[in-house]
T-cell receptor
């Protein structure tokens, strides 16, 4: 299936800082999804993108569907301690399932 | 509203013992159902998916099997567990077929094989 490369692998930031992470694909996607997973829990959908160039916000989170359709970006503004977790990008695998990136681990210090 | 539950939440099993993890979805009909495994807190690997009762597709040949005896029930099983089966197992559902549907995950089941 398509490979999804997320970067950075991990981030260690101070509360109040802005965060930016991205995801690239080896092939074109029609959908980009961003999930957050907290320790010991299942991933929770944050933002869904369905159109190239689309920019969508969810509170302090903003995600963009790249024009090339091979990348997507997630930004978190004014981070807070509860933003801690692993952020995954995902796109549709051929058929019915989603293919996930390896995740960006975010740590926020007060 | 739709909900998804899976159990048990935590399981410690000896090598060679059987496994049964169960997942149920409420509030929707004819969902697509999925089992993912996550090792070492990163990377979600698709194990099985189902688009209907009795229809199971396996993505990775291994020691596990899946069954869908009812529309909103998905079961992950093994006859004999291996050490390498340890991990965090996630059930998920989607409402749209065709590969563009958003997935919604359960709480996860942590399996430790000793």
């Amino acid at each position: 299936g398509q490979q999804l490369n997320q970067s950075p692998q991990s981030m260690f930031i101070q509360e109040g800082e802005d965060v930016s992470m991205n995801c690239t694909s080896s092939s074109i996607f029609n959908t980009w999804l961003w999930y957050k997973q907290e320790p010991g829990e299942g991933p929770v959908l944050l933002i869904a993108l369905y159109k190239a160039g689309e920019l969508t916000s969810n509170g302090r989170l903003t995600a963009q569907f790249g024009i090339t359709r091979k990348d997507s970006f997630l930004n978190i503004s004014a981070s807070i301690p509860s933003d801690v977790g692993i952020y995954f990008c995902a796109g549709p695998e051929s058929g019915y399932a989603l293919n996930f990136g390896k995740g960006t681990s975010l740590l926020v210090t007060p | 509203s739709q909900t998804i539950h899976q159990w048990p939440a935590t399981l410690v099993q000896p090598v060679g013992s059987p496994l049964s993890l169960e997942c149920t979805v409420e509030g929707t009909s004819n969902p697509n159902l999925y089992w993912y495994r996550q090792a070492a807190g990163r990377g979600l690997q698709l194990l099985f998916y189902s688009v209907g009762i009795g229809q199971i597709s396996s993505e990775v040949p291994q020691n596990l099997s899946a069954s869908r005896p009812q529309d909103r029930q998905f079961i992950l099983s093994s006859k004999k567990l291996l050490l390498s089966d340890s991990g965090f197992y996630l059930c998920a559902w989607s409402a749209i077929s065709g590969g563009t549907g958003e997935l919604f995950f359960g709480e996860g089941s942590r399996l430790t094989v000793l």
